[in-house]
């Protein structure tokens, strides 16, 4: 069976994605930091949409147990490999600049932009090794255009967005594709406590996003016929910025 890691599958938007990558047939490796509960309905979820899920518990920004949690899977599996890798745990601490602790800056940047680079380590050389392989790395419109109290959360998803860009270049002629997915307002438990029916004002569909209408594009990344698509960012914003 193919495998498909996903970071913060538990939950949002991660969750979707598991489920939608299941119905494609994938035994979906669903990684979480410290909800287990969530976790586990993610899994229940995945086996009934046609895969097989395991969980895999680890803090995506601690380099150390990145490397034990994957190096203790490929221990388990030592004939198979992660042939899609979902770059999707993320967190927001969002605060004005001015008022914008260390603490706030570098959490935000360790969850979502360090965690690209020790968990995509991991997984990479396996996939050159095979010839095939599929990353997609969760970007925001922060990372496109830069929102007023995320500076620390717009650096680290612009920093994603051109790291997707470098590392596309050096692995196109080995099949494996990079691409980044940039969504708008979605649905999830991080945007709880924003004012929705503010914001949706400013949005063209006039409506926040579902988490499935980002996990539909990632699948179709992560498949065959997304074969020539790579170093992209594609947003999923409801037209909000084009
Ligand atoms: P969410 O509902 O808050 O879920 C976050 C997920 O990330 C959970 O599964 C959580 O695991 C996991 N996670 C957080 N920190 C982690 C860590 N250190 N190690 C491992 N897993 C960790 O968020 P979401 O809205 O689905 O967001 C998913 C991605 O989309 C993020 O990268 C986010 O920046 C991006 N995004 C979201 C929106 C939006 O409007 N929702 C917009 C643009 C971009 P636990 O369940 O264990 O806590």
């Known amino acids: 069976m193919k495998n498909a890691l996903v970071t913060g599958g ?20 669903i990684n979480y930091v410290s909800n287990e509960k969530a976790a586990q309905e993610t899994a229940e979820a995945v086996v009934a949409a046609g895969g097989t899920a395991e969980l895999l518990r680890f803090d995506v920004g601690d380099a150390a147990a990145v490397a034990e949690a994957l190096s203790a899977w490929r221990g388990k599996h030592p004939d198979e490999y992660i042939e899609v890798l979902v770059n999707n745990a993320g967190i927001r ?24 680079f020790f968990v995509t380590k991991e ?8 010839k095939f392989g599929r990353i997609v790395n969760m970007a925001s419109l922060s990372g496109l255009k830069g929102l007023p109290g995320q500076v620390n959360y717009s650096a680290a998803k612009g920093g994603l967005i051109a790291a ?9 002629r080995k099949g494996v594709t ?28 006039n409506r926040f996003g579902a988490p499935e209408e980002v996990a539909s594009l990632v699948v179709f990344l992560a498949s065959r016929a997304a074969s020539y698509i790579t170093g992209e960012t594609i947003s999923v914003n409801g037209g909000l910025y084009t």
């Open 178 to 205: 990079v691409n980044a997915v940039a969504p708008g307002f979605i649905k999830t438990d991080m945007v709880d406590g924003l004012d929705e029916a503010a914001l949706k004002k400013d949005i063209p569909m």
């Open 164 to 172: 997707t860009k470098a590392l596309a270049q050096e692995v196109a």
């Open 93 to 116: 601490r969002d605060n004005l600049m001015v008022w914008q602790s260390p603490d706030e800056w570098s959490a935000v940047l360790k969850t979502n932009l360090d965690s690209f």
């Open 10 to 29: 538990s939950r949002g938007i991660g969750r979707a994605v598991s489920i939608a990558l299941a119905s494609e047939g994938y035994n979906v490796i």
């Open 123 to 130: 997984v990479l050389q396996p996939m050159l090794l095979k």
